[in-house]
Every structure is written in C-alpha cells, then in structure tokens.
C-alpha cells in the first residue's frame, strides 16, 4: 500500500470518530487548523495503534498542517528511534497550537533518549518564541524520570519567570513547584 492510500484510510479512520461538540469548540477558540474532526486523543491513540510506526508516514501526516488530526497521529507514528536532533527541532518549530506543542512533547521529543538537548537547542532560539516548548518538553522529561530538577534548571527557570509570557509562567511556576515536592 502506498503511502497516500494510507493517509486515506487514516483520515477516513478520522472520520468515523468525529466529534461536532468538540470541533465546534475548538473553532470557536481559534483553532488555527481548517480540517477539525474533533477527535478525542484517546482515538487517536486507537487509530495509531491499528497503523506501523513509519517515520515517512508520520513526516507526510505531519506537513498535512491543515489537519489538527494529522499532526496529532503524526507523533505517535514517528519511531522514536528513528528521530534526531534535528528533525525534533524542525517539528517543534513547526508547531501551531498549544494543544499540537502538548502532544508533541508528551508523545515523540519526550521519549527520545537525547530530549534534554532537544530542550536546549529550543530553549537557544529566537528570543523565547519557543520557550512553551521547550518547557513543556522539560516537563515530560521530568515526569518520565529522564532528568531531574538540578540547581542549574531551576535557577534557569526562575531567571525566565519575569520576562515569559502568561501561559509560559504557568509552566514555569509548576516545574518549581514539582521540584520542591
């Protein structure tokens, strides 16, 4: 099967669980995508489960950037040890919503063995257009047990508090918070 015939079948897959209440809700709140089905996450997970892991597939999915549910699945089909530096970097980059930048985190950069760097590469870039990234990714990393709350990050979360954006601060006041406990 070819991999066009395979996103077919995937986004028909998309549409047998599609849900009105939610893509409603999400169009309502801006969603920059234009292809809503409102799939839950849970369904998404189901449907990747049914498709291999194939690291071309899931970049295919992945630049389909009109679709919230393709650049959802995309993350559970890329193979994690398949994904470098750089294409984790690219895809973070590429992000278009809070909720895309969750699941990225939580679904594929969290799991790779190097995401720590990954995190420093995103933190380095331009002028913290990227730090909800990058710290949401530090926390996946955290809460997976990957790395700990060292001096070092939290002296460096503390310093971004001040300068970080409203959503980014929420973040930030919860890694310090997770760090003391």
Not at 143 to 150: E, L, P, Q, V
């Given at each position: ?7 077919r ?12 209440i ?20 849970i ?6 489960r ?10 295919k ?22 994904l470098d ?6 895809w973070?980059?590429?992000v278009?919503s809070d ?14 063995a190097n995401?720590l760097q ?19 990714l530090?926390q ?9 709350m060292t ?14 954006s409203k959503r ?7 890694l ?6």
């Amino acid at each position: 099967m070819d991999y066009n015939e395979q996103i077919r079948l995937i986004r028909k897959s998309f549409f047998a669980y599609r849900n009105g209440i939610i893509a409603d809700s999400l169009r309502r709140c801006n969603d920059p995508h234009k292809s809503i089905m409102g799939c839950q996450w849970i369904d998404i997970m189901a449907i990747a489960r049914e498709v291999p892991q194939d690291a071309v597939l899931a970049e295919k999915l992945w630049e389909i950037k009109d679709s919230r549910e393709c650049r959802m699945i995309a993350t559970l089909l890329y193979p994690v040890s398949q994904l470098d530096e750089e294409t984790a970097v690219m895809w973070a980059k590429d992000v278009e919503s809070d909720e895309i930048a969750d699941i990225l985190c939580q679904a594929l950069l969290g799991k790779m063995a190097n995401s720590l760097q990954v995190f420093y590469k995103l933190l380095s870039l331009d002028d913290g257009k990227y730090d909800y990234i990058a710290f949401r990714l530090l926390q996946n990393i955290i809460k997976r047990g990957n790395a700990s709350m060292t001096a070092e990050l939290a002296a460096m979360v503390k310093s971004k508090m001040p300068t970080s954006s409203k959503r980014v601060q929420g973040i930030l006041a919860d890694l310090l918070e997770d760090c003391q406990q």
